[in-house]
């Protein structure tokens, strides 16, 4: 199976996020970059898709945020083709806006399914992956954990989460685009050896995709951090005063018996 | 049908409207008594008429039916949205930030060229478009954006509105789809549930929470031992489930069980949205993180900035202590 994925790189929030100084965006120039985490599933189910019914796997990506160690670390761990899509601005097109140049990218390599990760945190109009499929013109379900070769050749079988650990079982006829939340397996680890083979092996392939501003219909007038923690009662000390305390509050509720 | 009207889709989960329903009409009521419009609640799928009376707080009750709908798959449901909102023209469409939100909500957007946002706590007019207030980075960022044109297409976060008893004119209107629906090509097979046998967390009085703070497979051991101390079990957050650390039956939040413990310890769980979505109504909330800013501390009675594999053993040896 020929599958196409989508990653992208988005703001680490173990780091504080900043704002500009006009206050309408994160500060991105502050930001460090990590691969959004349900794109990292989508590479890992896009694998192992291709380890049990043979296939090839291409990465695309818009050069932004640090992309090249995430697509090494992709070619690392199995990906056949790596595609970069330019980023001439400082920050990245909105989902929406984005879908258009990604369904450019993706147009040419023919894809029979393309994995996208269902969400990133930094969206505000989110989504990609149901823009992409609108725009590839492909059917799309979302919300995805775990995909297997279907019954039938030309399909495959998507489990589709609901509340209450159900999940729906959706027979897929490809071509399709998934908008994936969690893969088959956790996503592999590589050693780092690997990494700097795949930097040395690994040839990007340039996109010819451009980026165009869509028109403007959601604009943020104003960022601003949640209001810091208006309701717990925070409890200072030693981990050992901290531990006592928990304690002595379980006890008078009764908790501990 | 007017640009005043707010539409609202309506979720059922089992026999029963879901929770996010109500929250949601709600919040139709609050923005349609400022616009002056009516609440539009909208019902795919056979049946629909059954819930009506469920559905007072709407003014009308779109309840659409077609064999199609019997079972969810993201083309039929589409269509279906996507003609009672071209037919009625709402200002705004709220749609929850469910399994089925996160699809429909998306291609309607795309379909209508329509704007769409999501993780939306609040919204208010502003002039002919509306203000929204959506969250965003795992609860850790809130953004006030203007929507410009109508329908806007709003995802709505869970937990943002609160039910109130308001009710609105309540009729029910029952309508077929103007040409039978296509099935397209993602058709709904079988409900697959989870294997029976371990723990209902649901039923638990003392719940120990592990988030990826918890680092290790390893240390989900000293969870159990606290759950053992305390008669209580185990359950965690996604991205443990993920990594195959503890069974999807232990997962809380959007697409795990919703608790309602007389204790909830998180530990090492930042509070994203979908996470609070599951435990927000426990009893008693305890959180440990060492970031001061994870947004469990926000629905958290008492909170901790501590190490959480540091805070175990002490925990264990307090409880210890005072069982004596
Ligand atoms: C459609 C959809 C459905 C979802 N459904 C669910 C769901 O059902 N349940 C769910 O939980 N999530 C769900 N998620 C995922 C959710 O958005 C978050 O990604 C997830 O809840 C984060 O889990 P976490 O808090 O364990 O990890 P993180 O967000 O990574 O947080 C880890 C926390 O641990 C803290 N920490 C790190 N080390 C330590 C230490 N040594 N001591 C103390 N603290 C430490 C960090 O400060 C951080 O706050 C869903 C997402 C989507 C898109």
Redesign the pocket.
């Known amino acids: 199976m020929n599958i196409v994925v989508v990653v992208r790189q988005v703001p680490d929030?173990?780091e504080p996020l900043e704002i500009v100084p006009s206050g309408d965006a994160l500060d991105l120039d502050a930001a460090s970059f990590i691969l959004n985490?349900?794109d990292d599933h989508a590479l890992e189910q896009a694998l192992l898709l291709k380890e049990s019914g043979g296939g090839s796997v291409t990465v695309v990506a818009i050069d932004f945020g640090d992309v090249d160690n995430t697509l090494y670390t992709a070619a690392a761990k199995g990906a056949d083709r790596i595609v970069k899509i330019a980023c001439d601005g400082d920050t990245p097109p909105a989902a929406r806006d984005s879908a258009a140049v990604y369904a450019e990218a993706i147009k040419p390599l023919r894809a029979e399914l393309v994995l996208v990760g269902?969400?990133a945190?930094d969206e505000l109009d989110g989504g990609l992956s149901p823009f992409l499929a609108a725009a590839l013109e492909l059917p799309y379900v979302g919300?995805i954990r775990g995909v297997k070769a279907g019954d039938a050749p030309g399909t495959v079988a998507a489990c589709k989460?609901f509340p209450g650990a159900v999940m729906a079982r959706m027979n897929v006829k490809l071509p399709a685009v998934l908008g994936i939340?969690g893969a088959d397996q956790p996503p592999r680890y590589v050693p780092v050896s690997r990494i700097r083979g795949a930097m040395k092996t690994t040839q990007f392939e340039e996109s010819a995709a451009t980026l165009a501003a869509g028109e403007l219909l959601l604009s943020v007038s104003r960022l601003y951090p949640p209001a810091p923690a208006t309701r717990a009662e925070m409890l200072s000390g030693s981990e050992e005063e901290i531990a006592g305390r928990i304690a002595e509050i379980l006890a008078e509720k009764g908790l501990v018996k | 049908m007017s640009a005043q009207d707010v539409l609202v889709l309506a979720e059922t989960r089992g026999d029963a409207l879901a929770d996010v329903t109500f929250e949601l009409l709600a919040a139709g009521r609050e923005l349609a008594r400022t616009t002056g419009g009516q609440v539009l609640a909208v019902l795919l799928g056979p049946g629909g008429a059954a819930y009506a009376p469920a559905l007072a707080a709407a003014d009308r009750i779109i309840a659409v039916d077609d064999p199609r709908l019997a079972e969810y798959s993201p083309e039929p449901f589409a269509s279906a949205l996507r003609e009672v909102v071209e037919a009625e023209q709402p200002r705004a469409a709220l749609i929850a930030?469910t399994?089925i939100g996160?699809d429909v909500a998306p291609l309607l957007a795309a379909r209508l060229d329509a704007p769409l946002a999501t993780g939306c706590q609040a919204i208010c007019p502003d002039g002919d478009g509306l203000m929204v207030t959506a969250s965003f980075c795992?609860g850790k960022m809130t953004a006030e954006c203007r929507v410009a044109a109508s329908p806007a297409i709003l995802m709505m976060l869970p937990g943002s509105y609160r039910p109130t008893g308001e009710t609105g004119k309540g009729e029910l209107e029952q309508r077929s789809p103007a040409a039978p629906l296509e099935p397209g090509a993602i058709a709904f097979e079988q409900w697959i549930y989870p294997e029976a046998g371990d723990v209902d967390i649901t039923q638990q009085d003392v719940l120990i929470a592990v988030?990826?703070?918890i680092?290790q497979q390893d240390n989900v051991e000293l969870a159990e031992e606290l759950a053992q101390a305390l008669g209580g079990a185990v359950c965690?957050?996604?991205?443990?489930v993920d990594q195959g650390w503890l069974p999807a039956t232990r997962?809380?939040?959007?697409?795990?069980m919703t608790v309602k413990p007389k204790l909830y310890l998180a530990?090492?769980?930042?509070?994203?949205?979908?996470?609070q979505?599951?435990m927000k109504d426990a009893e008693l909330i305890i959180a440990?993180?060492?970031?001061p800013k994870?947004p469990?501390f926000d629905v958290a009675h008492y909170g901790a900035e501590?190490?959480?594999?540091d805070l175990m053993p002490a925990l264990g040896e307090a409880i210890a202590a005072r069982k004596g």
Do not use: F
């Open positions: 929030l173990i985490e349900s269902v969400q945190h919300v989460e939340l | 930030a399994s996160w795992g988030g990826r703070g680092q965690a957050s996604r991205p443990v997962q809380v939040g959007k697409s795990g530990l090492g769980v930042s509070g994203a949205p979908e996470h979505e599951g440990v993180n060492t970031d994870a469990i501590v190490d959480v594999l």
